[in-house]
């Protein structure tokens, strides 16, 4: 009776596996032939709709009534806000000039800083972490980050464009644990295959020219991917590297997330808890789901009338979904 | 007098010309004073060691009451034969 639970439980695990691999494989080789092309193309098609499906399995993860976590969830909204206005307003100075290179130093320490305190603070009341002893950590490892933000702020903010994608595969094995939990140690192979293929592209590309064009969008492409942070490595690599992960990271959310978690083939707003919280919500999450789908769209023009200025524009936008992320993994995090 | 007046229009666009020269490409920008960032991550560092320790110093302590409480449950036979004839 166990063996035939448990079989049916790891059932579609080695297509599962199948179907990854020939995945990683394939944006892999693309990225690795035409990066700036394959990293145009991905950010375009991919970038709008991974927010929007992101934004409702969030919003079906919720739960109706906050109770003992309210307090939780306060600090991650009110977060998540006071931190997204702080970096738009800081993004706005920078680009218009208004900040000179050592204010700008500054006010980029000062928002490393509130970001990884609101992480520690989320940690502790997160409730995954129910001893002390767990708990106390989480204070002396946060002054650690903090001391490295400030000492290396350029390495900071290349950490977490490279460990973006990771925190989606993270999600996505904990929605594993909770709906196919046969199928986690499948996809754990899985993850282990990503270092390899990071590797292929560098042995591929390390010895490849950099880019050296005075077009204004590959010199965007290129600093986002860390070449100002490693000039001494090759940019073609860097840029194939990070739109490898951010495609697996589209992967994830777009395709694996929606096809494995409970509740997804019912794409009705109905289904999501917090929908039933009050007469004000069930009207308020179609609205949101609407706004939403009507941005994706917005963006896919907007793309299409200036890329560059566009990407300019969600990258600095899309740290809320970054931020976002942060409290929902916590969440989830089995205790 | 003409002379002159030509001398100082002459001056005033070599002048303006040299401005709008280094408006136009003024240079590296100066890097940016690292100074309170640094000094601020030394403090980080510093609490982070501080901390620890005191975690350190938590867990020892902690450690050492369950050891004491568990010496003092295992040295107490009072409680056990009451224990059991209580359960005989």
Redesign the interface.
């Given at each position: 009776m166990i063996s035939v639970r448990s079989r049916s439980k790891a059932d579609g695990a080695i297509e599962f596996a199948f179907a990854f691999a020939l995945f990683a494989l394939a944006a892999a080789a693309l990225a690795s032939c035409a990066p700036i092309a394959f990293s145009i193309a991905t950010v375009f098609l991919f970038a709008g709709p991974h927010n929007w499906v992101e934004a409702r399995y969030f919003l079906s993860r919720l739960p109706a009534r906050f109770g003992k976590y309210k307090q939780f969830f306060s600090w991650s909204f009110g977060g998540i806000a006071v931190l997204m206005l702080g970096y738009i307003a800081l993004m706005s100075g920078m680009s218009g000039g208004f900040f000179?290179?050592?204010t700008?130093?500054?006010y980029f320490?000062a928002w490393n800083?509130l970001f990884i305190l609101w992480i520690v603070r989320l940690i502790v009341l997160s409730g995954r972490w129910q001893e002390?002893?767990e708990r106390?950590?989480a204070?002396?490892?946060g002054?650690?980050a903090?001391?490295?933000a400030?000492?290396f702020?350029a390495w900071f903010g290349l950490a977490l464009v490279y460990l973006h994608p990771m925190i989606g595969c993270w999600i996505l094995d904990c929605e594993l644990l909770r709906s196919r939990p046969g199928w986690r140690r499948t996809y754990h192979i899985c993850l282990a295959m990503i270092p390899f293929f990071l590797a292929a592209i560098w042995w591929t590309l390390h010895e490849s020219p950099s880019y050296n064009s005075d077009s204004v969008l590959i010199s965007q492409i290129v600093r986002h991917a860390g070449s100002q942070v490693m000039p001494y490595a090759s940019s073609r690599m860097l840029v194939a590297m990070h739109t490898f992960l951010e495609m697996m990271h589209y992967g994830v959310w777009l395709i694996v997330i929606p096809l494995i978690s409970a509740g997804w083939k019912n794409f009705q707003p109905v289904s999501i808890p917090i929908a039933h919280r009050s007469d004000r919500f069930k009207r308020l999450v179609p609205g949101i789901l609407a706004t939403s789908t009507f941005t994706v769209v917005v963006l896919w023009i907007c793309f299409a009338l200036n890329y560059s200025i566009t990407r300019d524009v969600y990258f600095t936008l899309a740290m809320a979904h970054v931020l976002a992320e942060i409290p929902f993994l916590l969440k989830t995090i089995p205790k | 007098m003409k002379t002159l007046n030509l001398m100082a229009i002459i001056c005033c666009f070599l002048a303006a010309a040299q401005e709008a020269r280094a408006d136009i490409a003024p240079g590296p920008p100066p890097p940016p004073d690292q100074t309170l960032p640094l000094v601020v991550a030394g403090i980080c560092h510093s609490l982070a060691i501080v901390f620890f320790g005191l975690w350190f110093v938590n867990q020892r302590k902690a450690a050492r009451a369950k050891l004491a409480q568990s010496a003092s449950a295992g040295s107490n036979p009072r409680i056990d034969t009451n224990q059991l004839s209580g359960s005989r």
């Open positions: 000179t290179a050592t700008s130093s500054i320490g800083t002390q002893s106390g950590l204070l002396p490892f002054f650690l903090m001391a490295f400030l000492a702020p | -």
